[in-house]
C-alpha cells in the first residue's frame, strides 16, 4: 500500500517514528542505511572515450583513409582538408554524447541545501544531504521540499508541482488518506515531493522516501536511458557504406580495364586512388554542419535555440508534436473568461456595458478584496493565479484592490481550506461590517439562504455548463454583518449567505496556436496534448485549438493505468488528449509512438518531462518557465514557450534535409559522371580522358564553395503541404537516386562526346576537363528546385549560390589561362570559339534538367502559394 493511502499513525510505525521526529541514533543508523539525500550520478563515460567514439562511424573511416591516400599522392590540400572536417564533426557529436552528463549534473544541482526538520522534538536548521526516512520536515511558504514526504498537519498548505506534473496551478494539500488506488502525482493532496516549491500556508510532514527513492530520483533513473540516433544520422551512416563499397568495386574494374589496355600501371593505380577520393563527397559532413549551423542561427532568431545540431533535421521527419498544454498551446495567464449575475452570463465583449451599473459593482468589490495578491518589486504581481485573474478583471472594469480597501478596510480573514473550499474576509462599512465568501459553486449553494429554487437551479445549470466548458468556476457570496462576531469559526459565519455571482476562469489558449496546429495538420503532422490538468481543461482547449473535434475522447492517467499493453500501444496512436499523466505514462506514449514507426516530437519544461524529451526523437524544452533539467535533456528550447515557435522549426527542419538531399544530388551527379567518363571512355576506344589532377580539381572546386552554398537555399513553395518523410526512407528516395544516375551518365557522354569531337586537337584534354566543370555549374543551379523552375526562382534569389559559380568558373578560367598553373594542370589556352563551343556542350545538362522539371510540373502542379 502506497503512503498516500495510509493513515498518518501507520506511517509513522512503518517508519519507526514520531510527530517529534527520530532520534539521532535511529538518524545515523537510517543514514547508513539509504544513504544521502542526493540524486546521483551514473558512472558515466570519459571524457577520452567519448571523444575515440566520434572516429567509430564508418564515413568518418571511409574520410580518414581518404585523407592518407591524398596525402601519399602530395595532394596536401585535400589531406588537410579531410582531416579538419573529420575533427568538426568529431567536436560536434562529443558535445551532443556530453550533454547527457549535463542533464544529470542539472538534477543534482536542484538539491536542496537545507530544511528545517525536528527531531527528539527539537526544530532546527540541518543540511538537507542528512534527511532520512522518518524525519519530520517542517515546511512555509517559499520553501523546496526537501525529500519525498507524508503530510501530517497542513495549514492552508499550497505547492507549485508543475515541475513534477505538469499541473498549472498550486495544489492545496490536506492531511487525510486517499483510498483509491494508483492515484497520479497530482491527484496525492496529503504528498509533497522533492524540489516542489511551497507557495501558500504551513505543514508539516514525515519523510518517506531520499535521494534516488524519490519521485525525482525515479525521474533520473529514467533519464538513463538511450538517445535515439537522429534520421539524419542514420541515413548518412548507409550512404558511407553504400559508397565505399561501390567506389571499391568502380576503382577495381577502372585499375584493371586500365592494365588490359596496356595502360601504365602508376597512372591507372594514381587514376583509381583519384576516383576513390572525387567519388566520396567528402564535403558532406562539412555540408551537414554549416547547414545545420546556419538553420539554427534563423532559429534563433525566431526564438528556437538549438542545443543538438543533428537533431534539427528530426524536425523535417516530425510525423506526431505531442506538447504540454500550460504555457505552450496556451498563454499561461489565467485569466477571467464568463460572468454570471443577475440572471445572465457575460464575456469580455459585454461585461464592460453591464459593469457601469452600480449595483453591479458589488462583484468587482468582491473580486478585489477576497483575495492575497500583492504587488511585487518586479512591477507584477504575487499569489495564487486564480486570483490575479480576479484581481486583473476588477482593476480592468476601474475597482482597484487598493481602492477597494481604503473603502472597506479589512477585519478579519478566514483562510482558504482545501476541505470547506471557502475563504472569507470581513471588511468594515459604514453601518456595519461586509462578509465576503468565495469557493467552489456547490459548497456556496449549500450555505446560502432565501434563494428560490429555480434560482438555485439556474446557477447549478451555469456552474455546469461554465465547468463543461473547461474553466475553474469559482462563486461569490455575501452576508452583512451588524458587529464583528467574537469567535471567527467558519461552520458559523459561512451560513446564511446570499449570492452575488460567478466567474468563470481558464488559462486562455494562445491566438498563434490554433494556425499553427492547422498548419501542422496540412502538413501531414498530428498535435498531441499531454498535460497534467484536469481532463475537462484539456478537452476543451484541444478543441478551441483544432486538435480535436467537439466532443473528442481526452483519456486520462488512471485511464491509461488500467490497459494493457497491447490495449495502450492500439489506442496511444489514436488519441490526442491526455490529462493526469505520470512521468512513465508520458515516457510510454512517447515509446508506443516510436514502436508504431512515428518520428515524435515532445515539449516540457518540467523534471517531470525530462526522461521523455531525451528519449523522443527531438526534445523541446520551454525557456521561460523550462527547468534546468528539462533543458539539459532537450535538443531544442523555445524562448518564447510557444508551440507556434515549433512548427516554424519544423518547416526549417524541412528546408534543412531539402538542402543537404539538393548537395547530395548535385555532389553525387557530379562524381557520378567523373566515373562514367573515366569508365566508358575505354569502351569507345578512346584514351583516359582526364589525369588525376583533373579529378581531384574538379572534385574540390565543384563539391566546394557551390554545394556549401546550396544551404543558403530558400524553402520550396509546397514545404509544408507535403506529408513528413517515411521514417525508413532512404536519402535517395523520390527520385533523387534514378536522377543522379542518367543525369551523371549524360554528363559523362557529353564530356566523351567532347573528347570524340576534339580527339585530333592537342588541347581535346582541357576541352573534356572545361565541359566537365562548367557542366556540373549548369547543374547546380538547376536542382535548386525539385521542381520549379530557374527563371521562376530567379538567379538572384540565392545570391551565395551565384557568388560561389562565378567564383569557380574563374578559378577554372584560371588553371586554363594562367601560364604557370598551365604546367600543373596540363591544359593549354582556349581560343574563343573553343570556350564558346565548351560553354554551349555544357548546357544541355541543364536544359536536360529543366525539361525534367517540367514533366514533374505537369504532373504534380506548383502550389501558388509558400
Known sequence: MEYYQQPVAEVFRSLNSTEKGLTEAAATQAQEQWGPNEIQSAKGKTVWGILLNQFKDFMILVLLVAAVISGFMGELVDTIAIVVIVLVNAVLGFVQEFRAEKAMQALKQMAVANARIMREGVVGTRPAVGLVPGDVVLLEAGDIVPADLRLFEANALKAEEASLTGESAPVDKKTDALTEESLPLGDRANMAYKSTLVTFGKGRGVVVATGMNTELGRIATMLDEAEVATPLQRRLSQLGKRLALIVLIICAIVFAFGLLRGERPVLMLLTAISLAVAAIPEALPSLVSITLALGARRMAGQKALVRNLPAVETLGSVTYICSDKTGTLTENRMTVEKVFARGEIWNEQTWAEAFKDPDQQGLLQAMALNNNVEPNKEGGLTGDPT???????????????????????????????????????????????????????????????????????????????????????????????????????????????????LAGIIDPPREEAKAAIA?????????????????????????????????????SGSELSKMSEEEFAKTVPQVFVYARVSPEQKLNIVKALQAAGQFVAMT??????????????????????????????????????????????????????????????????????????????????????LLPVHILWVNLVTD???????????????????????????????????????????????????????????KWQTMVFTVLCFSQMGHVFAIRSDRESLFSQGIFSNKALLGAVLLTLLLQLAVIYVPWLQPIFRTQALTLSELGIAVGLSSIVFIAVEIEKILKRKKRPLPKAA
Open 387 to 501: 486570483e490575479i485573474a480576479l484581481y486583473n478583471l476588477a482593476s480592468q472594469l476601474g475597482v482597484t484592490r487598493q481602492q477597494a480597501l481604503e473603502q472597506f478596510p479589512i477585519s478579519a480573514e478566514i483562510p482558504f481550506d482545501s476541505d470547506r473550499k471557502l475563504m472569507t474576509t470581513i471588511h468594515r462599512t459604514d453601518d456595519g461590517y461586509w462578509l465576503i465568501t468565495k469557493g467552489a459553486v456547490d459548497v456556496l449553494l449549500e450555505r446560502v439562504s432565501g434563494i428560490s429554487d429555480g434560482d438555485r437551479e439556474q446557477y447549478q445549470q451555469v456552474n455546469e455548463q461554465m465547468s463543461g466548458d473547461g474553466l475553474r468556476v469559482l462563486g461569490f457570496a455575501e452576508k452583512k454583518l451588524a458587529q464583528l462576531p467574537d469567535r471567527l469559526d467558519a461552520d458559523t459565519v459561512e451560513q446564511d449567505l446570499q449570492l452575488i455571482g
Open 519 to 555: 498548419e501542422c495538420r496540412k502538413a501531414g503532422i498530428r498535435p498531441m496534448m499531454i498535460t497534467g490538468d484536469h481532463p475537462l481543461t484539456a478537452r476543451n482547449i484541444a478543441e478551441r485549438l483544432g486538435m480535436v473535434e467537439p466532443g473528442g475522447r481526452a483519456l
Open 604 to 689: 516540457g519544461d518540467g523534471v517531470n518531462d525530462a526522461p521523455s524529451l531525451k528519449r523522443s526523437d527531438i526534445g523541446v524544452a520551454m525557456g521561460i518557465t523550462g527547468t534546468d533539467v528539462s533543458k539539459e535533456a532537450a535538443d531544442l528550447i523555445l524562448l518564447d514557450d510557444n508551440f507556434a515557435t515549433i512548427v516554424k522549426a519544423v518547416r526549417s527542419g524541412r528546408r534543412i534535409y531539402d538542402n543537404i538531399r539538393k548537395f547530395i544530388k548535385y555532389a553525387m551527379t557530379g562524381n557520378t559522371g567523373e566515373i562514367w567518363v573515366i569508365f566508358l571512355a575505354p569502351f569507345f576506344g578512346l584514351p583516359i580522358p
Open 704 to 762: 566546394g564553395l557551390p554545394g556549401l552554398a546550396l544551404a543558403m537555399e530558400p524553402a520550396e513553395k509546397d514545404i509544408m503541404n507535403r506529408p513528413p518523410r517515411h521514417p525508413k526512407e532512404s536519402v535517395f528516395a523520390g527520385g533523387l537516386g534514378v536522377h543522379i544516375i542518367w543525369v551523371g551518365l549524360l554528363l559523362g557522354f557529353v564530356s566523351i562526346f567532347t573528347q570524340y569531337l576534339y580527339i585530333d586537337s592537342s
